[in-house]
Structures are given as structure tokens and as C-alpha cells.
């Protein structure tokens, strides 16, 4: 069983910056994909990063692009959001996620991942 937590949300300003954190439990960390979701009032949940077990290859949302950076630490078993030029749409609840490894999944999915955190509020203001 892996345990998620997320940590680091918080109120910014429009323009302003968040670094977000989530720490993992489990020795198979390394193995696992990681994302970052994220769940406005009202909206589905949507994919925002993704960055595989080599610590390389990474996806993101368009939306995202440009702004956000996705990172991990495997000796820590951690992976961060870094999140610049925030945008009151950027509010929302933000969900870590970890994947177990399957050729078949593109890790941009919710249903590529099997472990969840409790998620982490952001909140960015006009």
C-alpha cells in the first residue's frame, strides 16, 4: 500500500508563485509514475503533470505549460509541483497521484493511477 500526502497549497496572488510537495510512503517509489492532478468546484478532476520513474520524461497539460514544472527526488521518495504565474483558473484542489508501471498507460489518465492523496488547496486571487 502507498500513502500520499500532499503539502504547500495555500492563498497567492494572481502572478505569484506555490511550490507543492507530496511524500510518499512505500519502498517501490522509484518504480512509479507520478502526477499531479487537480479539481476546481464544480469540474472533474484534470490531469496537470506527470513525470515517470527516470525523473526525465514529463507531460503537461496545456493549460499548464510553461508555468508549472514537475520534479521528483527518489532518494526522499517526493515529487513537487512547482507552480509560477499563477492564475485565479489555477484555483483549485490539487491531488497527488502515483502509477504502477504498465506499457499501456500514457500517465495523462485518471484511471493510469492507483494511489491518491487527500489533495492540497490552492487558491489564487484576482
Known amino acids: 500500500q502507498v500513502q500520499l500526502v500532499e503539502s504547500g497549497g495555500g492563498l497567492v496572488q494572481a502572478g505569484g508563485s506555490l511550490r507543492l510537495s507530496c511524500a510518499t510512503s512505500?519502498?517501490?517509489?522509484?518504480?512509479?509514475?507520478m502526477a499531479w492532478f487537480r479539481q476546481a468546484p464544480g469540474k472533474e478532476r484534470e490531469f496537470v503533470a506527470s513525470i515517470k520513474s527516470n525523473g526525465i520524461t514529463t507531460y503537461y497539460a496545456d493549460s499548464v505549460k510553461g508555468r508549472f514544472t514537475v520534479s521528483r527526488d527518489n532518494a526522499q521518495n517526493t515529487v513537487n509541483l512547482q507552480m509560477n504565474s499563477l492564475k485565479p483558473e489555477d484555483t483549485a484542489v490539487y491531488y497527488c497521484?502515483?502509477?504502477?508501471?504498465?506499457?499501456?498507460?500514457?500517465?495523462?489518465?485518471?484511471?493510469?493511477?492507483?494511489?491518491w492523496g487527500q489533495g492540497t488547496q490552492v487558491t489564487v486571487s484576482s
Open positions: 512505500g519502498r517501490t517509489f522509484s518504480t512509479y509514475t
Open positions: 497521484a502515483a502509477g504502477t508501471p504498465n506499457f499501456y498507460k500514457n500517465y495523462q489518465r485518471k484511471s493510469d493511477f492507483d494511489y
